[in-house]
T-cell receptor, first 113, second 116 residues
Framework: GDSVTQMEGPVTLSEEAFLTINCTYT??????LFWYVQYPGEGLQLLLK?????DKGSNKGFEATYRKETTSFHLEKGSVQVSDSAVYFC????????????FGQGTELSVKP | EPEVTQTPSHQVTQMGQEVILRCVPI?????FYWYRQILGQKVEFLVS????????KSEIFDDQFSVERPDGSNFTLKIRSTKLEDSAMYFC??????????????FGPGTRLTVL
């Protein structure tokens, strides 16, 4: 079945460091890919998405490119801030299956001043 | 900006009791979902709901679980006889449609269910 695998956390970075969180997926066809963020004590917020191969999603300085050939959707940010500390979830959905989201295990990011 | 709301934010119950978790999806959305997140684990799909019926459910969603959209605005998840392992954060989500331009799911803040 479909699945999403993320790099394990926690990831600890200093402010202004470069961030990469790896995400790979297993699915047939062309699922939509998402990154959701969960700040402490809050629900899930959509960070960015991509719906077809080679699409790049971007938001708040974060970027991820849909790579069909490597089945990946790695999250990157050039310069992280303390306020980026959160748990990041990679997810996919296949719209011909009612659109449920399948999540990776989440990666906790901690940014130190 | 429209948002998904959930009540209560925290529910404590005794094992074997029934609980109802409530959600108000975004008003023009057509697809509704429940997910759960056991502490420290990944977010898991429970059920999807469209056109007043379940469109898909996971193996977690057994006979103890049910969903309902009783009045066109609320979307509820009922657990008939709670177990200790039902303790989790439960998230409601909704989306407009299934096309890529409308397939973003918007999540509520969650209800933390604690079963004692």
């Amino acid at each position: 079945g479909d699945s999403v695998t993320q790099m394990e956390g926690p990831v600890t970075l200093s402010e202004e460091a470069f961030l990469t969180i790896n995400c790979t997926y297993t699915a047939t066809g062309y699922p939509s890919l998402f990154w959701y963020v969960q700040y402490p004590g809050e629900g899930l917020q959509l960070l960015l998405k991509a719906t077809k191969a080679d699409d790049k999603g971007s938001n708040k300085g974060f970027e991820a490119t849909y790579r069909k050939e490597t089945t990946s959707f790695h999250l990157e940010k050039g310069s992280v801030q303390v306020s980026d500390s959160a748990v990041y979830f990679c997810a996919l959905s296949r719209n011909n299956q009612g659109g449920k989201l399948i999540f990776g295990q989440g990666t906790e990011l901690s940014v130190k001043p | 900006e429209p948002e998904v709301t959930q009540t209560p934010s925290h529910q404590v119950t005794q094992m074997g009791q029934e609980v109802i978790l409530r959600c108000v999806p975004i008003s023009n959305h057509l697809y509704f979902y429940w997910y759960r997140q056991i502490l420290g684990q990944k977010v898991e799909f429970l059920v999807s709901f469209y056109n007043n019926e379940i469109s898909e459910k996971s193996e977690i969603f057994d006979d103890q679980f049910s969903v309902e959209r009783p009045d066109g605005s609320n979307f509820t998840l009922k657990i008939r006889s709670t177990k200790l392992e039902d303790s989790a954060m439960y998230f409601c989500a909704s989306r407009t449609g299934l096309e890529p331009s409308t397939d973003t799911q918007y999540f509520g803040p969650g209800t933390r269910l604690t079963v004692l």
